[in-house]
């Protein structure tokens, strides 16, 4: 799965907060299912709230307020990306 094509899409502030979130450790990303064409955990927020996230070949989810109300790529979904994108890099080739 190329999280790419959703990082490439989003607000830079809501991206810099998701980097920011991980960078700080105020972000705490949790898989839950991951094979190829979908992934699906969640993430936990500083304010110890947690929310659910899914991201696919062409969508991207989670139950979060700005998620939800907004139709946006969130800074929860993208610290999910973000997360994914660092993992497949750290990867050896095979």
Known sequence: MDV???LAKVDGQRLQR???GLEDGSF???CTLHDEEHVAGSVLNGDGQE???NIGNG???CDCPDAV??????KHV???ALQLQ????EMPAS
């Open 4 to 6: 790419r094509m959703i």
């Open 18 to 20: 998701a980097i920011s």
């Open 28 to 30: 705490q990303v949790y």
């Open 51 to 53: 929310y659910a996230v």
């Open 59 to 61: 969508y991207a989810s």
């Open 69 to 74: 109300y907004r139709k946006v790529a969130c």
């Open 78 to 80: 993208l610290a999910m």
């Open 86 to 89: 660092r993992a497949e890099e």
